[in-house]
């Protein structure tokens, strides 16, 4: 019997075993699914990471190296090399190991931290030919970064989220040449920065509004064909352009990965894909936490630990404290402009000084006001001059105002001009 187990090895869950064990649990497990700690962040070499945790741009290895030397010190066990392929609402997690065979082991509480995956050609159901060639951004990068092999030579990039985005650098840095960044939206998906640093640094045109309608070859990519598209998103006739190239990355976004959540009977919120959640992260079932990507996709993995640390701290509290007394719950709804938030729930009870609340917005909206209402009643407002739906956006509700707040909380998006 553990007291808790993290289900997944990646910031989010060395952030929540490590904030655990800081908070007095003394028999955590973690239990990951690679040969090594670190999740995604050991594929992403480029620098960025930690700008806002340790005021210091590191890279991903080094930022996962940070948290891995952490948890080092403390005495929480981790198993490698093992798939968790079940939890039970009795909290029992059902695991296979290369070494250790098919266990299960019981948890008094569960963090589920088990990341995101990406959305493949099959997803979005790109017409033409099925040749070799095609790849998820996230694969070409573990081919570059990790296994040494480059995946093409000549190469359009479909989506321009932060991956592709990243990988349009790369792949130019690597010697390929990368003809374009295609991106179906008006807008980019992915940082301002990484549009600056990734394509226009490297002269790599950008096409909004544009998709992939075709892709040609037999055995390997050949041709891709991009076409124009009107406000439906569909492809305007006469518009195409043909690229000759022998490979075509996709980046056109990440699902997080809830297979066990859903199994388990955990609420999932439809907008994020994640599982609904509490202002301490807290599951629809007791003593189950989700945070990180497994819970909604970030942009930065500053927020990832802050989050996780949350998510570890309370399994802690939900464990070691009489935390179970009645609050009343505050529920929080997208309004005009945002298309999610988290927390979905907040208990004003459980809040001590104030709440963080993720959010992302369905357009770009320039000087704006967030607008926080109870009922009809505006009860906050937050100025920004920019707001993008690659960019997650972050507002702080102290608890006085939720004290006073009614049974529902509407944020919405106001452009002021
Ligand atoms: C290409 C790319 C570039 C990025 N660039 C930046 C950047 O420049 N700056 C920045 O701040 N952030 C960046 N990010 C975002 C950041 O890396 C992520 O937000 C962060 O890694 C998410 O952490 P996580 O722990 O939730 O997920 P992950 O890192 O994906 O970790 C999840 C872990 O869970 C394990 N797992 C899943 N299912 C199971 C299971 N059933 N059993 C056992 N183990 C399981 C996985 O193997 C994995 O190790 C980037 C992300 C990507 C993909």
């Not at 464990?319 to 907040?346: C, F, W």
Request: with cysteine.
């Amino acid at each position: 019997m553990y007291d808790l187990i993290v289900i997944g090895g990646g910031p989010a869950g060395l952030a929540a075993a490590c904030s655990a064990w800081d908070k007095g649990l003394r028999s955590i497990l973690i239990v990951e699914r690679d040969q090594e700690l670190g999740g995604i962040l050991n594929q992403c070499i480029h620098s960025g990471f930690g700008l806002q945790y340790f005021k210091e741009e590191l890279t991903g290895p080094e930022y996962a190296a940070r948290f891995v030397d952490l948890l080092s010190q403390t005495g929480v066990e981790v198993r490698l090399d093992t798939m968790v392929l079940d939890i039970t609402p009795q909290r029992e997690v059902h695991m296979v190991g290369k070494t250790t065979g098919y266990r299960v082991e019981q948890a008094r509480a569960i963090v589920l931290a088990m990341g995101c995956r990406e959305r493949t050609r099959g997803a979005i159901s790109i017409p033409g030919t099925r040749p070799a060639g095609v790849f998820t951004a996230g694969a070409a990068q573990r081919y570059v970064n990790v296994e040494g092999y480059l995946p093409g030579k000549r190469v359009v990039i479909l989506g321009s989220g932060d991956i592709g985005l990243i990988m349009a650098r790369r792949m130019t840095l690597e010697g390929a040449k990368v003809l374009a960044c295609v991106e179906v939206m008006p807008y980019s998906g992915g940082l301002n920065r990484n549009i600056v640093q990734c394509l226009q640094d490297f002269d790599i045109p950008l096409y909004l509004s544009h998709t992939v309608t075709d892709i040609r070859g037999k055995d390997r990519v050949e041709q891709v064909v991009v076409s124009q598209v009107g406000p439906d998103r569909k492809p305007i006739p006469g518009t195409e352009m043909i690229f000759d190239c022998d490979t075509l990355l996709l980046s056109v976004g990440l699902l997080p990965e809830n297979e066990l959540t859903q199994q388990a009977g955990i609420a999932l919120d439809p907008r994020t894909r994640g599982a609904v959640v509490y202002e301490n992260m807290e599951t629809s079932m007791p003593g189950v936490f989700a945070c990180g990507n497994v819970c909604h996709v970030h942009d930065l993995v500053d927020y990832v630990t802050a989050e996780s640390q949350r998510a570890g701290a309370a399994a802690a509290a939900y464990l070691m404290e009489d935390a179970k007394h009645e609050s009343r719950v505050i529920e929080i709804q997208n309004g005009p402009g945002v298309t999610y938030t988290v927390p979905q729930h907040i208990r004003p009870q459980r809040v001590d000084k104030s709440c963080g609340l993720f959010f992302r917005v369905n357009r770009i909206c320039k000087d704006s006001e967030i607008l926080v209402t109870s009922g009809d009643v505006p009860i906050a407002r937050f100025k920004r001059e920019h707001l993008a739906p690659g960019e997650m956006e972050h507002i702080t509700l102290p608890r006085a105002l939720l004290d006073k707040a009614g049974p529902t909380l509407t944020v919405s998006i106001r452009e002021v001009n």
